[in-house]
């Protein structure tokens, strides 16, 4: 199962609606860890007030990964070209092209250590072990309608005072 966490139910992921420059580029994410699709909500409803947190959930068959129909880029953990790969795409920069996208997110607790690297004060070596050091959930993203097609909604459910504490 796949996991999503918004601000509405997603039944059909579209493209038009996803953000540029974002870790992968712009493309539909997704996450196999429920709380971290969870605690995504908790960061969007900061942002936009009054809104829902809604975790959609998907199906997909890992067998598309290695489907050679899709271009599939798997950053197997921290690396040096994950990290060239986020910083382009955050920077707006052109990559190259992928259908899927799997690999660590680069979420806030790794904000600090990536944005001393950004300025120069530590090198990617530095920054690299730092990263290693924590805990990394993943994010799939997608990036083609062809690709998006291989998602199959299964359910939505909203976050709630008396659920989203409930250890998962």
Known sequence: MLFH???QVVEQPNLKYCRKNTDFGKGFYTTTSKKQAEQWCNILQKRIENS??????????????????FVVRDFNGISEEWLDFIFANRNGYK??????????VANDSLYATLQIYEQGIITKTQAIERLKNHNLVDQISFHSSKAL????FVKSYELTKTNQNVKK
Not at 95 to 104: E, K, M, N, S
Not at 149 to 152: A, E, Q, R, S, V
């Open 5 to 7: 966490g918004s601000t």
């Open 52 to 69: 829902m947190k809604i975790v959609s959930v998907y199906h997909f068959d890992e067998y598309m990964l290695k489907d050679n129909s």
């Open 95 to 104: 990559t190259q092209f992928f259908d899927i996208v799997l690999g660590p």
């Open 149 to 152: 097609k291989m998602l199959k």
